[in-house]
């Protein structure tokens, strides 16, 4: 196992997973620009690295994000339009065109998969971020909010976009409108996340990354990621199109060759992602 740690941020990687921890817990793991540079270092790390072939976020303490930090919210309150424009374009990235380029949508170009390891509350930027993640695991004890609505603020991020299609329109309108706190288990019902026991929430997620880590081709895992993120901008001849080009490919690749053979052989599969 590899430990890194950053101010803001840890980063280790242990039995093909990558896992990056929110380390702010006294602050909530608030969110910070550094925290959101530092992420995007820290997957680009994980996706260059050959040994990782899943990502986990997750939070120190209490908390996985309980949103931006309340310091840099309550300056920005103060201050007010009399605030000038150089002042928050120093910390926002600049405007980019590209579906899965924008603040946070980059996740779902990341080439393998990504799961949110909600360990407890989350609200605002942190909900944000774990609606780009492709698998959400929430501790049982844990409770979600969009918060914007309650701060004066609006569905940031593109979550507007995300979450209809999570969840569908109407529970989506429900919980961006009210701003309401929900608990795991109305979140599981959503269908937003999967819910895991509070006790041992870390090692059972961990053992899910793994497990999908040693039975899941990274090759298929890259492009099935690839076709769900692309899949609500295509039409359904355009998808089955693809996938009928993607599965012609398969049949030439290593993956394919040794998932075969480890089915038939009755044993755990040795992928390359090849």
Same mark, same amino acid.
């Given at each position: 196992?590899?430990?890194?740690?950053?101010?803001?941020?840890?980063?280790?990687?242990?039995? #093909?997973?990558?896992?990056?921890?929110?380390?702010?817990?006294?602050? &909530?793991?608030?969110?910070?620009?550094? &925290?959101?540079?530092?992420?995007? @270092?820290?997957?680009?790390? $994980?996706? #260059?690295?050959?040994?990782?072939?899943?990502?986990?976020?997750?939070?120190?303490?209490?908390?996985?994000?309980?949103?931006?930090? %309340?310091?840099?919210? #309550?300056?920005?309150?103060?201050?007010?339009?009399?605030?000038?424009?150089?002042?928050?374009?120093?910390?926002?990235?600049?405007?980019?065109?590209?579906?899965?380029? #924008?603040?946070?949508? /980059?996740?779902?170009?990341?080439?393998?998969?990504?799961?949110?390891?909600?360990?407890?509350?989350?609200?605002?930027?942190?909900? =944000? %971020? $774990?609606?780009? =993640?492709?698998?959400?695991? &929430?501790?049982?004890?844990?409770?979600?909010?969009?918060?914007?609505?309650?701060?004066?603020?609006?569905? @940031?991020?593109?979550?507007? /976009? &995300?979450?209809?299609?999570? %969840?569908?329109?109407?529970?989506?309108?429900?919980?961006?409108?009210?701003?309401? +706190?929900?608990?795991?288990?109305?979140?599981?019902?959503?269908?937003?996340?999967?819910?895991?026991?509070?006790?041992?929430?870390?090692?059972?997620?961990?053992? *899910?990354?793994? @497990?999908?880590? %040693?039975?899941?081709?990274?090759?298929?895992?890259?492009?099935? *990621?690839?076709?769900? $993120?692309?899949?609500?901008?295509?039409?359904?001849?355009?998808?089955?199109?693809?996938?009928?080009?993607? +599965? $012609?490919? =398969?049949?030439?690749?290593?993956?394919? *060759?040794?998932?075969?053979?480890?089915?038939?052989? *009755?044993?755990?599969?040795?992928?390359?992602?090849?």
């Amino acid at each position: 196992m590899t430990v890194t740690p950053l101010p803001e941020l840890l980063y280790t990687v242990q039995d #093909q997973v990558a896992t990056i921890t929110f380390n702010r817990p006294d602050r &909530m793991n608030g969110w910070t620009p550094a &925290m959101e540079r530092g992420l995007r @270092e820290l997957v680009d790390r $994980a996706v #260059q690295d050959d040994d990782v072939r899943v990502i986990v976020l997750t939070g120190a303490g209490r908390a996985f994000c309980a949103g931006a930090d %309340i310091g840099r919210l #309550q300056a920005a309150g103060a201050a007010g339009s009399s605030s000038p424009p150089a002042a928050s374009s120093q910390a926002d990235p600049p405007p980019r065109d590209g579906d899965f380029e #924008q603040r946070y949508s /980059w996740l779902l170009a990341v080439p393998k998969p990504v799961i949110a390891a909600i360990n407890g509350a989350v609200a605002g930027v942190g909900l =944000c %971020i $774990a609606l780009y =993640c492709d698998l959400r695991y &929430m501790a049982a004890h844990a409770r979600l909010s969009t918060s914007f609505a309650r701060r004066g603020l609006i569905a @940031e991020h593109g979550s507007a /976009w &995300m979450l209809p299609r999570l %969840i569908g329109p109407m529970h989506a309108a429900d919980l961006l409108l009210t701003a309401r +706190t929900v608990d795991a288990d109305e979140a599981e019902r959503l269908g937003l996340v999967r819910v895991l026991p509070t006790e041992g929430f870390a090692e059972a997620v961990h053992d *899910k990354a793994v @497990e999908l880590a %040693i039975w899941s081709s990274p090759r298929s895992t890259r492009i099935i *990621k690839g076709q769900l $993120a692309r899949a609500p901008f295509e039409t359904l001849a355009q998808a089955t199109r693809e996938a009928d080009a993607q +599965t $012609a490919s =398969c049949r030439d690749s290593e993956d394919f *060759k040794e998932g075969v053979a480890s089915f038939v052989q *009755k044993r755990a599969p040795r992928f390359t992602g090849r």
